[in-house]
């Protein structure tokens, strides 16, 4: 490519890219090409008709990230957040009990810390798919703010281990999805 102008020079530089190396400690990229996979094997269970696909489990910062999947109607859990949760709706919508919005697709919700909701997808969604990003933990509790259980990434990787070496896909599946 022959360089005729600055403006030329400008655009050409744009496409050469970085030369020094990566910090070490940095973890390799993680890029899922089926992230709504069509093997269901991939899909963990939390309870029936409802799933959870790991799509980043970071040990190291504390936080998880994956797409949950509903195909029933009612009440899936009452819990709180230490730290922000980021939601967006891929697909259907769902709702908690002590709001008056509506999440659906297409939608983003940003979810404070501490507040205690109960997320609750209505009878005439078919399937919900939501792409969460978990900070911390869920604090599962009872209507009066008891505690009655917790996830955190460590617990969601015991799961996703376990659920792998269930149905063939190995417990270290989940490996490729730690950072």
Not at 6 to 26: F, G, L, M, N, T
Not at 128 to 156: K, S
Request: charged share 25%.
């Amino acid at each position: 490519m022959a360089i005729s102008t600055p403006a030329d020079a400008a655009v050409h530089e744009k496409w050469i890219p970085y030369r020094k190396p990566q910090p070490r400690e940095s973890p390799p990229e993680l890029v899922i090409p089926d992230a709504i996979p069509t093997d269901e094997r991939v899909w963990v269970p939390v309870e029936e008709n409802v799933w959870f696909r790991p799509l980043l489990m970071c040990a190291s910062r504390g936080y998880w990230m994956n797409l949950l999947k509903v195909r029933k109607s009612g009440v899936l859990s009452r819990h709180r957040h230490p730290l922000p949760v980021h939601g967006f709706v891929l697909k259907g919508e769902w709702r908690y009990l002590e709001h008056d919005w509506v999440a659906r697709e297409g939608g983003y919700v940003y979810e404070a810390p501490g507040e205690t909701h109960t997320l609750v997808v209505d009878a005439h969604v078919e399937e919900m798919i939501t792409l969460f990003q978990v900070n911390g933990a869920m604090i599962y509790v009872d209507p009066d703010g008891n505690t009655v259980g917790y996830d955190d990434v460590f617990t969601r990787i015991d799961k996703c281990r376990a659920h792998y070496a269930r149905n063939g896909l190995g417990a270290d599946f989940i490996d490729q999805f730690i950072r």
